[in-house]
């Protein structure tokens, strides 16, 4: 029986559970599979944490970027002391991600329990970052993850939204490392379905950081800059989202720790 120390969190939803042992690139998506189980610690999505390394570096299950992931191992980094500079009220520090380049800054407010994440943008905001596709469809590209937001005026939230999304994704050819279809309405508020290829899997997230920027540019067509948005998530918690032209942008919010431990693993 092997085991792995790990962290759960909910970054506002959205359940995270971020590995802190070593686990071979081949082996992650079948660990993740089973880590998220019912059956198991249950969680929508996991990344592999390395707190060694310089800048701390964290891996999700798909090589995909998650936003919320970062803002979770930003507050594990806080609690284990390592990766973060700064005393009192705020801490900061960078974290290299799976899915970008370049390590992504990162900000704790202790006494709010808030993290921020830096999130990483298109190289342009018009044609080739944001595009409408149909009408109340609007694609936008991330490094590291893509999303389709979708009007729910003109396209209601279907029953089969596992199947809708497949359907969405398979009628624009969208086939990144994750795809999100971030249906929204009035609030903002929305609710985001998030497909990650290399696992095969597909949640109705309670919480999306990366959907609530994705809304954030569509709204604003990539050019309606400055903006500060609180999206609400399916969790009934909001996610803050501020972009500024030319950059940066950044998710926010609370992130609360939930269990630390060993998971056991039969093989």
């Known amino acids: 029986m092997r085991t792995l120390r790990f962290y759960k969190a909910s970054p ?3 359940a995270t559970i971020l590995v802190l042992d070593p686990v071979p690139e081949g082996r992650r998506a079948e660990i993740a599979a089973l880590l998220m189980d019912a059956n198991h610690l249950q969680a929508e999505q996991v990344g592999f944490l390395d707190l060694a390394a310089t800048p701390v570096r964290l891996d999700m299950m798909g090589g995909e970027f998650c936003g919320n992931a970062c803002r979770v191992a930003a507050a594990v980094m806080a609690r284990e002391g390592t990766g973060l500079d700064g005393s009192g009220a705020e801490l900061c520090g960078e974290l290299s ?12 407010l202790a006494e709010e329990n808030e993290c921020w994440v830096e999130m990483p943008l298109p190289e342009t905001l018009g044609a080739s970052g944001v595009s409408e596709l149909a009408p109340g469809m609007g694609l936008v590209r ?5 999303h389709l937001c979708v009007d729910e005026k003109l396209h209601p939230f279907p029953q089969d939204f596992s199947g809708t999304a497949a359907a969405l994704r398979a009628r624009f050819g969208l086939d990144a490392e994750a795809v999100g279809c971030i249906w929204y309405g009035p609030g903002p508020a929305i609710k985001p379905v998030v497909w990650v290829r290399s696992t095969a899997s597909t949640h109705y997230e309670t919480g999306c950081g990366s959907g609530s920027l994705a809304l954030a540019l569509w709204l ?3 050019q309606n800059l400055p903006m500060d948005l609180r999206v609400l998530q399916p969790s009934g918690s909001e996610i803050g989202v501020r972009v500024t032209p030319g950059g940066p942008a950044w998710i926010f919010g609370p992130v609360t720790l939930i269990a630390r431990g060993e998971a056991f693993l039969q093989s």
Do not use: K
């Open 97 to 108: 991600v799976s899915g970008v380049r370049r390590p992504v800054r990162l900000r704790v």
């Open 12 to 14: 506002g939803g959205n």
């Open 220 to 222: 604003g067509r990539g």
């Open 142 to 146: 991330l490094p590291g993850i893509t």
